[in-house]
C-alpha cells in the first residue's frame, strides 16, 4: 500500500497522508475523490483496510473501480464505516464471515447487497443507513443482530430472520418507516429496543416464549394499535411501551414480571383496567 499512496499524492492532490499502521487508520486529507481503479488500484488485503485498520475518508467522495478492487481475508469489520456518499452495489466475497460494523453511518447507501452465506456476524453492519431501503437477506449462519439496522429510518421491508438468531438487540431501533409484521424465531431471547423509535410500526409481533428482557421494545411506536402478547417468563419490561400514544389494546402482565417501569407511559389512549396483571 505504501507504493500506492506514493502515486497518490501527486495525481490526487493529497496534502497529508498519516497514521498508517497495520492497527490504525489512515488519515487522507485534502482530497475530494478517492478511486480505488485499475490504474491505480491493487489488490487490497484485510491487513491494509478490513481487519481493524480502515481508510478514514470522512468528506471523501468514494468510487469503487471494482472488480480491481478485492478482499483477501475474512473479515470486513468496519470497511466503508462513515463513508457518507458512498451508494455502489458493493460486491462481498464468498469466505468473509465478519460484517460488524461495514457499512456503518453510509447515509447515502441504498443497494441491495448480497450477503454471502459465510458470514456469521452482522453486528452493527447497516447502523446508521437512513436511506437504506432494501429487501437484505440475512444469511442462516446468523446469531447475533445486534443493532443490524439501527437508524435504518427509510428501511420498509420484510426482513427475514433466520431461525438461528438469539439476539435482536435494537435490530430494527430507529427504523421510523418500518410498518411490516417481521417474524421473530423461537430462539430469540433478547429483544431489548427491538423495535424502539419504529414510529410507524402497527403490527402484532409474535414475541418468542424464550424472551425475558422486553425493555425499550416498542418505545415511542407512535402507531401501534396492537395486542401484543407478553410471555410468561418475561421478566423486565422498562419502558416497553413507553410512548406509545395512539396504544389501547388489553395488555395482559405476566407473574414472571419484576420491573415494570414505566412501560406505559404516556400512552394517553390506555385505561388502567386494559392492563391486567
Known sequence: LNSLLSTLEPILGVTKISGWTSTSP???QGMTEFKIAPIIGPTMSGSDVGNGAKLNLSGTTVTLGLPSFQWTTDSMS???????????NIQIPNGVTSMVNTFG??????QNIQIPDSVVGMTETFYGCMNLNQNI???NGVTNMFNTFESCHKLNQNIKIPNGVTNMFNAFQGCSDLNYNIQIP???TNMVGTFAY?????QNISIPNGVTDMSNTFRLCHNLKQNILIPRGVTKMYFTFGGCSNLNQNILIPNSVTNITNA???????NLSDIYI
Open 198 to 202: 419504529c414510529y410507524n410500526l402497527n
Open 26 to 28: 489512515l488519515n487522507i
Open 186 to 188: 423461537s430462539g430469540v
Open 78 to 88: 468496519s470497511a466503508f464505516f462513515g463513508c457518507a456518499s458512498l451508494n455502489q
Open 137 to 139: 437477506k440475512i444469511p
Open 105 to 110: 453511518n453510509c447515509y447515502n447507501l441504498n
Open 264 to 270: 406505559f407511559i404516556d400512552c394517553p389512549k390506555l
